[in-house]
């Protein structure tokens, strides 16, 4: 399991933050570290609509990327994707960083042992590749 759940604030546009690019890199990252398989893993994004960055709702903004992971990776792996994910997060968003006010912040959170889920996705990538 492995799930990118992004949260920014409404003034950033959707052509700036481009997420279909993002979740493509986030994803590719993840599965070549050969920690994370592709079934396992989701991408989401909210946007925030009601927001404070700093005392500054109009000109400040934020993005924040939570990825949870399911429990059994070492700290090591642990540490090394989460660099690696956080500089991608940075470096696609570069451009907004340069131009005005932006808060970045990055988190791994591993959840307990014992969570339940259930899907046939390996199913469907194994056909869909035949």
Not at 75 to 89: G, P, S
């Amino acid at each position: 399991m492995a799930h990118f759940i992004l949260e920014y604030s409404a003034n950033l546009k959707a052509d700036q933050l481009n997420l279909d690019g993002l979740f493509a890199a986030l994803t590719e990252s993840a599965v070549t570290s050969n920690i994370f398989p592709l079934a396992g893993i989701r991408c989401r994004a909210h946007k925030c609509k009601d927001f404070l960055v700093a005392g500054e709702t109009k000109t400040f903004a934020f993005v924040h990327l939570n990825f949870r992971i399911g429990a059994g990776r070492t700290e090591e792996q642990k540490a090394q994707v989460a660099k690696t994910l956080f500089d991608i997060l940075s470096h696609h968003l570069s451009a907004i960083f340069t131009s005005q006010g932006l808060a970045i912040s990055f988190e791994l959170s591993e959840l307990a042992e014992h969570k339940f889920n259930q899907n046939n996705l390996r199913d469907y990538l194994v056909s869909s590749a035949s």
